[in-house]
Nanobody, 126 residues
Framework: QVQLVESGGGLVQAGGSLRLSCVSS????????MGWFRQAPGKEREFVAA????????YYTDSVKGRFTISRDKAKNTVYLQMNSLKPEDTAVYYC???????????????????WGQGTQVTVSS
């Protein structure tokens, strides 16, 4: 069973930065499309960003474009989410996810992702 473990969350002031990491237990995950999602209290889980197998293509939701950067290090089986210029509305539990059926096509649809981490809390104070 593929396991994904997120880390790097915490409390930060508005305008600050955090870098989230997601490490996989299986090397096969390095071939999958990877995504980041988030869920704020009382809200549905929403897509944040995705990256293709090669790392050459990325996709962001509009609200984070220009502030967040998704990347991956295949040798380390790790996907990152660099978050800059954080806003209070970015407060949420952040989840990484793996889409085993795709290598290039990126999707924001959570049901397309097969494996999920346990989440890491990000809190941005105003």
């Amino acid at each position: 069973q593929v396991q994904l473990v997120e880390s790097g969350g915490g409390l930060v002031q508005a305008g600050g930065s955090l870098r989230l990491s997601c490490v996989s237990s299986e090397r096969t995950v390095s071939m999958y499309v990877m995504g980041w999602f988030r869920q704020a209290p009382g809200k549905e889980r929403e897509f944040v960003a995705a990256i293709g197998s090669s790392g050459g293509n990325t996709y962001y939701t509009d609200s984070v474009k220009g502030r967040f950067t998704i990347s991956r290090d295949k040798a380390k089986n790790t996907v990152y989410l660099q978050m800059n210029s954080l806003k209070p509305e970015d407060t949420a539990v952040y989840y990484c996810a793996a889409d085993r059926d795709h290598r290039v096509v990126l999707t924001a649809a959570s049901h397309e992702y097969d494996y999920w981490g346990q989440g890491t809390q990000v809190t941005v104070s105003s």
